[in-house]
């Protein structure tokens, strides 16, 4: 088949990667080829990455900066220590490039659909927030995210550092990059995030790199449909992979895409598979919008809770960190 990816961050850029060796593949990204960046704090789970790191010919170990040992939390001024089992941070950027080099990629341009639809059989749409190629999603659930690239002389910590807002309307993060260099962000419902993080540089001086932002979704994908229309189908991000309990969407956007791969030419087929792998999504959703909207009630969401403890405590290698009920809670009840 001729087809269009469009969005070239980790999705987009694995899929042409992987769909190139047996397709006539163009990928398309609105930003220049200087200006594009990959979004996100960098932060995930090495054992996975390097699976899907080896399917494009690419050794994982060569992106890794940082490989985590303990993560703290601070939760409401609790702190709570949870032990890494590879939670990693990667140079997400140059795993991304490696991906699609030698690939042909066309920078600086937003596509017209109706175009697209002439000269394509398939239209690939992994654009993340944007989704510009399906129809708009209804009460989309977003989380306002602003990051700093920064570098610290003397940095305030070693390793990963989380500290969740009131409510569990969003966290702070720190995440290090390697040579004093660091992702420093924020992102909450309730757009606290700016004064957050300007409180944490102003206590913390150091050199800014670079800032970037956007919003993070956390729909499901039960909620995005739908996720195919004619030619194009979505993929990752633009059809609510991201975890809600974490905004965390690395690893998901890649197993999103390893369900189309197997499913290339069956839309409504990939479209049951990615409800049936991404289904603890949703209670996870209800429970994190019942804090945000202050209507939490521990009673009648035990269940609910119980039920998202097992998945990630079976899943503990996907997640690279210690799974414990008690730090669940913790952060459950005191947030």
Not at 102 to 109: I, L, N, R
Request: net charge positive; with cysteine; hydrophobic share 35%.
């Amino acid at each position: 088949m001729k087809i269009a990816i469009v969005g070239m961050g980790l999705s987009g850029s694995y899929l042409s990667s992987r769909l190139s060796t047996d397709h006539n593949v163009v990928g398309y990204d609105m930003h220049s080829k200087d200006n594009f960046d990959a979004v996100c704090g960098w932060g995930s789970v090495k054992d996975i990455l390097e699976q899907y790191a080896s399917t494009c010919g690419l050794k994982f170990e060569d992106y890794v900066v940082h490989n985590g040992k303990k993560m703290t939390v601070d939760v409401n001024g609790e702190i709570i220590d949870i032990k890494l089992n590879g939670l990693c941070c990667f140079d997400k950027k140059q795993f991304i490039q490696d991906m699609i080099k030698g690939k042909e990629v066309v920078y600086g341009k937003f596509v017209n659909k109706e175009i697209l639809k002439e000269d394509y059989d398939l239209i690939i749409d992994s654009t993340g927030l944007i989704r510009p190629l399906l129809p708009k999603i209804e009460n989309d659930l977003l989380i306002p995210c602003v990051q700093y690239r920064v570098k610290f002389k003397n940095p305030p910590y070693d390793d990963f550092y989380i500290k969740t807002f009131k409510g569990l309307t969003g966290y702070f993060w720190y995440f290090p990059l390697g040579d004093g260099i660091f992702h420093v962000g924020a992102g909450d419902y309730l757009r606290r995030h700016n004064d957050e993080l300007s409180t944490f540089l102003s206590k913390h001086p150091c050199e800014i790199l670079k800032k970037n932002g956007r919003p993070v979704r956390i729909t499901p994908p039960r909620l995005c449909e739908p996720f195919f229309n004619g030619k194009v189908v979505g993929v990752g991000e633009s059809i609510g992979t991201v975890y809600p309990m974490l905004g965390e969407g690395i690893i998901p956007s890649l197993q999103c895409a390893d369900l189309l791969i197997d499913n290339l030419y069956d839309f409504q087929k990939y479209r049951d598979k990615v409800l049936e792998h991404f289904k603890i999504h949703y209670p996870v959703y209800r429970f994190i919008k019942s804090k945000i909207e202050g209507k939490f009630n521990l009673p009648l969401q035990l269940i609910s809770l119980i039920r998202i403890y097992r998945y990630m405590k079976i899943n503990e290698t996907r997640y690279g960190m210690d799974i414990n009920i008690g730090n669940l809670l913790k952060i459950v009840l005191k947030a």
